[in-house]
């Protein structure tokens, strides 16, 4: 079991190898992407940013509550921050284990429970130059 | 008591501070921390309940802050 706030490319390949076990029949994988529009704008990029430290911590105690109601052993989240770019990967969450229903749920939990608690922020840049702060459920527009 | 204050993403923008420290009277709250804040230039867009965290960890407005406390003023949380 592993969280982290990292700062380089998250690869995917890497964390499906980290969470193998002979034990485990299924691994499920959710792969966050920048995409290219939000709410009719069009977007050039994200500026990630979060409270590293409480992030982290966040991250390892929503994995221990997965470990918890889906007895999952073998699950890892990565949450990329910097400027990242269209197509990017901005969040990794891959789970193992012995049957597919409990990595299925496991995944969706820790995916809620990451966007929903863990402090990240993204400033979306657009493609007609403005700027604006994603918060949950509105946006603060800059310039 | 002296609590260092962590301000993130539009609340650092709008205080222009990212970490700052604040001089409080013993046994202030979160609460009172906020209002110090809110009195400062930029500070009176923050609300006046804003999520918060005392050394990492989710706190509410009347929590007892303590000297040398991590005090971090949480704009919404956007991750994913």
Redesign the interface.
Known sequence: MRAAIVHEPIDPAALIAEVAHESNGATSVFLGTVRSDNDGKDVAGIEYSAYDEMAGTEMVAILEETRSAFAVEHAVVEHRVGTLAIGDISIAVVVATPHRAASLSAVQYIVEEVKGRAPIWKLEHYVDGTRGWVGAGSREATR | MTVTV?L???YA?RLGHSSLSIELPAGSRVEDAVTSLRNMPGGSMLPPTPLV?IN??YASPDSVLSEGDEL?V???????
Request: aromatic share 6%.
């Open positions: 962590r993130f993403a539009s923008e965290a990492r960890g971090a949480i704009p919404p949380v956007a991750g994913g």
